[in-house]
């Protein structure tokens, strides 16, 4: 009697996931629309080496129309800050670069290494204010040259002189003099 209600129970379940597993089979999936028109500004910046960083943006059609309305000139502003300096952009050296309405993205060369950076994308008035629509996160150059070293992971003189004494093939013993 107990296989008969084990075995009607397992039936259950076989029914009760295929009907499930058919439902959801048979409802129209839902896709992202892809050329959705962004609802507001974002600026998104990436560091490509020690003197690049890339910079892409999405800005409203309904923006970029007022833009070349007004003909207002579309600004990227790069705050060049300083570990201890904080975000005052009336104190904070700069400088600007004028991109057409219809670019939304641009690399910045010839940048310090080692060195914070924020970005802002805007528009320049004519009385030459700037009004900012978007501003990215901050982010770091890396450095140009090797780091230093902290003083609790010195290398060992012996790595170093021994490493050029050992032919390829030969790594083993080189390990088992290590472990001594």
């Known amino acids: 009697m107990l296989l ?29 629309n892809l050329q959705q028109e962004p609802t507001r500004e974002n600026l998104t910046v990436m560091v490509r080496d020690p003197y690049c960083l890339f910079a892409y943006w999405d800005l409203p059609q309904k923006t970029v129309d007022e833009l070349k309305k007004k003909q207002e000139q579309l600004v ?56 900012p629509l978007a501003r990215s996160r901050k982010v770091h150059t890396p450095h140009d ?10 290398p060992v003189a012996q790595a170093w002189h021994g490493a050029t004494r050992y032919q390829l093939g030969t790594a083993s013993e080189y390990m088992a003099e290590r472990n001594d």
Not at 5 to 12: A, C, F, N, Q, S
Not at 19 to 29: D, G, I, L, M, S
Not at 146 to 151: F, L, Q, R, V, Y
């Open 145 to 154: 040259g090797p780091g230093k070293i902290d003083p609790q992971w010195q």
């Open 76 to 131: 990227l502003r790069i705050y060049k800050l300083d570990e201890s300096e904080h975000l005052d952009t009336k104190r904070i050296p700069y400088f600007d670069i004028q991109v057409t309405p219809e670019a939304d993205n641009w690399y910045i060369k010839n940048l310090k290494a080692g060195r914070a950076y924020i970005l802002e994308i805007g528009k320049c008035l004519d009385d030459g204010a700037f009004v």
């Open 4 to 32: 008969f209600w084990i075995i009607v129970g397992v039936l259950m379940l076989i029914l009760i996931f295929g009907y499930v597993a058919y439902y959801f089979r048979t409802q129209p999936q839902q896709k992202p």
